[in-house]
């Protein structure tokens, strides 16, 4: 499975991106896609969850701000990022499995993430 985020940047506090995990065929349609982060220094942690039946999660430190989506027909998920603090900057990656698989982060292969920095 090889998953491509993209559409990081550098940003100010307040501002908004929207980032993009491009996958192929009906991978987004049979599995749970999850959006990590990475922060310099930190451990990767899970920020939002997406299952087939189209349930979402988000972490504590995200809701309300981040909105994760799949646009069935361009076999993309996006991560929605709205009012970005110092906090949110990281290296963003996304990935699919079961919904266990996603919770545990343990994965084989992790795909190229895409960078994003907020400055205040």
């Known amino acids: 499975v090889q998953l491509q985020a993209s559409g990081g940047g550098s940003v100010q506090a307040g501002d908004s991106l929207r980032l993009a995990c491009a996958g192929t065929?009906?991978?987004?349609?049979?599995?749970?896609v999850g959006w990590y982060r990475q922060a310099p220094g930190k451990q990767r942690e899970l920020v939002a969850t997406l299952t087939v039946g189209d349930s979402t999660n988000y972490a504590a430190s995200v809701k309300g701000r981040f909105t994760i989506s799949r646009d069935k027909a361009k076999n993309t998920v996006y991560l929605r990022m709205n009012s970005l603090k110092p906090e949110d900057t990281a290296v963003y990656y996304c990935?699919?499995?079961?919904?266990?698989?996603?919770?545990?982060?343990?994965?084989?292969?992790w795909g190229r993430g895409t960078l994003v920095t907020v400055s205040s």
């Open positions: 990935n699919v499995g079961s919904y266990r698989t996603i919770v545990s982060g343990i994965f084989d292969y």
């Open positions: 065929g009906d991978i987004f349609m049979r599995n749970t």
